[in-house]
């Protein structure tokens, strides 16, 4: 076998033995449009935070939204690079664990620690998603089925957690193709409907502007320091959904031309969100009202689908959001067990991590993952597992952004190819928004949930971080035996 050929770096074969790292490599079988599928639901993320956010913000959550888009649009820029640089790595995770990786001298190397634990807090920050809207499906389910008032939200959650984990391990055991041809659709299934139901009001008449021009702030904000870290808790939350569509990056390994094919699955899905999170938070706030959308702040689409379809449009909002949930834990599913797939490759958790099945899938992640989600449904509550897993994709997204300022600025790495590359001057622009996401919008995020749901989202945040180094520092040791022992079978 030619190492070159099977798609390994020449490091990542000197970290693994022959068999290890021909049962780890994930396979090029997509395009950009796959890929696109298969990131498409990202927008969807805006669902849990449509009332949240307004009930801090008003109007002006709107302009957060688009903001926070245009925050990934900066941020994308240098991962689109680092895409091309890292063309085996899989996204953000691969990504940081490239730049800082050491240099195999050591056995515990603390440059290989910081880019593990990026990719861990990124494992962290898409992991939730699929406790996230598991619950809400519950939730939507209890509330518009009369059949199903019978049953707890817990028991419906917890039944709608494991039909949908079990059919998508299934599904996606097929090889990522299969992933994106059920994200083709699930896209025609949810999208198609949300945009209906977002354009409606401003065709029937019931979208009223005034409901956002004269309620842009609560009569009580201030600029004081208070509700500055508010609003820097809201940004990190905002980019938890409106920043994500980076996961169509960490399928790098799995593109046929990531050169080219990478940047179109990134700006593609990047021009969609721009235009879903602004319309659906403006036609929501325009046609409810604060007080209407205060009111239903979990389930705020389905009024305004009520208003402007008639009854009928609370079962087809069933239909719509139940699909769309589906495609976001699609999205969310892959990408964390690709990030934890990246983590045992790189020698950063336990290689169990990093096996495949005949189709080139990490199942057993999968699995792994699923369970651990099945167990945070249990804490009911959405917007405190958002909450918990904003911090993880802060910690990412700020060490991923200095793991690009040092790839343009260390001579070795300054040297690769680069066949896409961000405009001149871009590592200060990452620098920039590096510093904005660590420190400042962790200590906001943290802030943020002192308020709102006390301290048990930032406690449970933290833990699942420190989590890792345990974990990191076993599966050190495990390199060491595993590389002495390749030692004496030489000798």
């Not at 495949?356 to 999968?366: D, L, R």
């Not at 971080?465 to 035996?481: C, G, R, T």
Request: aromatic residues 14%; glycine residues 10%.
């Amino acid at each position: 076998m030619d190492i070159k050929e099977e798609g390994i770096d020449w490091h990542h074969a000197e970290q693994c033995s022959k068999v290890v790292c021909e049962s780890s490599v994930l396979e090029r079988t997509i395009d950009w449009k796959q890929g696109l599928a298969i990131a498409i639901g990202v927008p969807l993320l805006i669902l849990p935070s449509i009332g949240y956010f307004a009930s801090y913000l008003w109007s002006f959550a709107i302009i957060v939204w688009g903001l926070s888009v245009f925050q990934g649009f900066m941020q994308n820029l240098a991962y689109g690079e680092l895409a091309t640089v890292f063309p085996h790595a899989s996204g953000l995770p691969g990504f940081a664990q490239n730049v800082f990786k050491g240099k195999g001298k050591d056995k515990y190397d603390k440059g290989k620690l910081i880019g593990g634990f990026s990719a861990w807090s990124y494992w962290f920050a898409w992991n939730p998603v699929l406790a996230i809207f598991a619950i809400l499906v519950g939730s939507y389910l209890h509330g518009l089925i009369p059949a199903l008032s019978g049953f707890s939200e817990y028991n419906l959650s917890l039944g709608a957690g494991i039909f949908i984990f079990g059919a998508l391990i299934i599904i996606n055991s097929r090889g990522l193709s299969s992933g994106a041809t059920m994200g083709y659709i699930l896209a025609f299934l949810s999208l198609a409907p949300l945009a209906i139901i977002t354009f409606s009001p401003f065709v029937s008449g019931d979208f009223v502007l005034t409901n956002i021009t004269s309620s842009w702030l609560p009569t009580d904000w201030a600029w004081d320091l208070h509700h500055i870290l508010i609003l820097l808790g809201i940004f990190a939350m905002a980019q938890w959904s409106a920043c994500a569509w980076e996961t169509a990056a960490i399928y790098g390994p799995e593109y046929k031309k990531p050169g080219s094919d990478v940047p179109k699955a990134l700006f593609s899905c990047g021009i969609v969100c721009f235009f879903t999170y602004v319309l659906v938070q403006t036609a929501v706030t325009g046609t409810l009202g604060i007080d209407g959308l205060l009111a239903e702040p979990i389930s705020p689409m389905l009024p305004l689908a009520q208003a402007a379809m008639g009854p009928i449009g609370a079962y087809i909002s069933i239909i719509m959001l139940v699909a769309a949930m589906v495609l976001i834990i699609q999205t969310a599913y892959l990408g964390s067990a690709r990030a934890m797939h990246s983590l045992a490759t790189e020698g950063n958790l336990p290689r169990i991590f990093g096996k495949i099945n005949s189709n080139g899938t990490p199942v057993f992640a999968m699995i792994v993952i699923g369970i651990f989600n099945l167990a945070l449904i249990s804490l009911g509550t959405p917007t405190a597992i958002l909450a918990a897993s904003a911090i993880g994709y802060v910690c990412a997204n700020g060490i991923s952004l200095f793991a690009y300022v040092k790839a343009k600025t260390d001579p070795t790495l300054a040297a690769r190819d680069r066949p896409f590359k961000a405009p001149t001057g871009w590592k200060n622009v990452a620098m920039l928004f590096g510093l904005f996401n660590l420190p400042l919008c962790l200590i906001g995020v943290v802030y943020l949930n002192s308020l709102e749901i006390g301290w048990t989202s930032t406690w449970v945040g933290f833990i699942v971080l420190a989590l890792y180094i345990p974990m990191w520092y076993y599966s050190q040791h495990e390199n060491h035996v595993l590389k002495k022992s390749e030692q004496q079978q030489i000798a």
